[in-house]
């Protein structure tokens, strides 16, 4: 157990639904990122936030969002979702750049 | 893009024989990470190695660095059914995003 949780464990939505994703923070940790992970692939680095404040994306569109909470939770937004967008979503919490630690996942599915 | 490129990408052995997994990554890092996944779930952090450490251990795990070749290899010995599970590594670079590579699906026999 890493300390960190997600919700929900898994997520159907159809295609053009948006979908919000939450992560709750390690105790003390102040960095959260996020990432998508499909089947037989490695995770994908979507975005990472640190002290409320976006600190870093990868290759993903806009209609990828997110926030980050005084508490350190966070959350994923996902607009117009897309059949592609089904994936295992990871989060994980860190203390600025130091060892990550993951979140069991939610595993969305786009019909 | 993925950074990191892990080989083989399936591997099966014997339990009690060890496993050698290789990474290759393609930019300068800061550090090298490998985690562990069981069954498409969270990923366990299993050892750190910084770009100045040629080598480091872990109880049954032993992970080397070369700079110059750009990879790492991570060695699992005396393997056990429940290492059975897929191994990546993570490369940290440019922007210090945390960049995966496909990894390692590794299957222990009994």
């Known amino acids: 157990e890493t300390g960190v949780t997600q919700s929900p464990t898994h997520l159907i939505k159809t295609r053009g639904q948006q979908v919000t994703l939450r992560c709750s923070s390690q105790?003390?940790?102040?960095?959260v990122s996020w990432y998508q992970q499909a089947l037989g692939q490695g995770p994908q680095f979507i975005f990472q936030y640190y002290r409320e404040e976006e600190n870093g994306r990868g290759n993903f569109p806009p209609r990828f969002s997110g926030l980050q909470f005084p508490n350190y939770s966070s959350e994923l937004n996902v607009n117009a979702l897309e059949l592609d967008d089904s994936a295992l979503y990871l989060c994980?919490?860190?203390?600025?750049?130091?060892?990550?630690?993951f979140g069991p996942g939610t595993r969305l599915t786009v019909l | 893009s993925q950074q990191g490129e892990e080989d083989p990408q399936a591997l099966s052995i014997q339990e009690g024989e060890n496993a050698t997994m290789n990474c290759s990554y393609k930019?300068?890092?800061?550090?090298l990470q490998w985690y562990r996944q069981n069954s498409g779930r969270g990923l366990v952090h299993l050892i750190l190695?910084?770009?100045?450490?040629r080598e480091k251990h872990s109880g049954r795990l032993r992970v080397t660095l070369d700079t110059s070749k750009k990879s790492s290899s991570l060695l699992i010995t005396a393997s056990r059914a429940a290492d059975t599970a897929s191994y990546f590594c993570?490369?940290?670079?440019?922007?210090?995003?945390?960049?995966f590579g496909k990894g390692t699906r590794l299957h222990i026999l009994p």
């Open positions: 105790s003390g940790h102040n960095t």
């Open positions: 930019t300068s890092i800061n550090n």
């Open positions: 993570a490369t940290d670079g440019r922007d210090d995003k945390i960049i």
């Open positions: 190695i910084r770009s100045n450490e």
């Open positions: 994980a919490s860190s203390r600025g750049l130091g060892e990550q630690f």
